[in-house]
């Protein structure tokens, strides 16, 4: 089975700091994402990566940043925490079959931010 | 970009009934529509998934539809359970597993 495993469960910041949320997958998947998840709004993509040291921003990236150094590992940063960036996010991964053939996305269970 | 609609937002059904939700997208060179459900505390899992090659596609009590002219797929859960409650999203995914999600349907199965 996939695993993608976010490194916390819970984190409480302050406003300004910068924070480092951090996702592992272990099935050699190309594709990484990061989606934050708010009630009534579904998942909206921050940023994504198709390989190693290549990112794209997606529809939200103001604020956020992405580090991808190795395949395995995607790293979302908030340059300076802000209480508008208090939500629940996902990181995602899914293998790349070419731009004709999509795959499903495998979620981690999500790292509850809190900006105070 | 790509934009989904989803309803209803919250359903409640009866143990044994049916359970039917709708989405919509905008961009028709969408070629890729899974569901996902997530329970308390997890991710979204992938539950079920169509093409856009397909008009439908059933697994055991779990059906997906596609109209590709009416730009919309609908998910039907039949002889629900109280285990399937949860929310559920739908998305659609252009290319390179960039997918666009609903805003998400409550789903709660009363015993």
């Known amino acids: 089975d996939v695993k993608v495993t976010q490194s916390s469960r819970y984190l409480v910041k302050r406003t300004g700091e910068k924070v480092f949320l951090e996702c592992v997958q272990d099935?050699?998947?190309?594709?990484m994402f990061w989606y934050r998840q708010d009630p009534g709004l579904g998942l909206r993509l921050i940023y994504f990566?198709?390989?190693?040291?290549?990112?794209e921003k997606g529809d939200i990236p103001e604020g956020y940043s992405v580090s991808r150094e190795k395949k395995e590992r995607f790293s979302l940063i908030l340059e300076s925490a802000s209480t508008n960036q208090t939500s629940m996010y996902l990181c995602?991964?899914?293998?790349?079959?070419?731009?004709?053939?999509?795959?499903?996305?495998?979620f981690g269970n999500g790292t509850r931010l809190t900006v105070t | 970009g790509e934009n989904v609609e989803q309803h209803p937002s919250t359903l409640s059904v009866q143990e044994g009934d049916s359970a039917v939700i709708k989405c919509t997208y905008s961009d028709s060179a969408s070629n890729y529509f899974p569901w996902y459900k997530q329970e308390l505390g997890k991710g979204p899992q992938l539950i079920i998934d169509i093409r856009s090659n397909v008009g439908e596609k059933k697994d055991q009590r779990i059906a997906v539809t596609l109209n590709k002219t009416a730009k919309h797929f609908s998910l039907h859960i039949t002889e629900t359970q109280p285990e399937d409650s949860a929310v559920y999203f739908c998305?659609?995914?252009?290319?390179?597993?960039?997918?666009?999600f609903g805003d998400g349907t409550t789903l709660t199965v009363k015993p």
């Open positions: 099935m050699d998947h190309e594709n």
């Open positions: 998305a659609a995914t252009l290319n390179a597993g960039k997918s666009t």
């Open positions: 990566s198709y390989d190693v040291k290549m990112k």
């Open positions: 995602a991964s899914s293998f790349d079959r070419g731009l004709a053939y999509n795959s499903p996305l495998h």
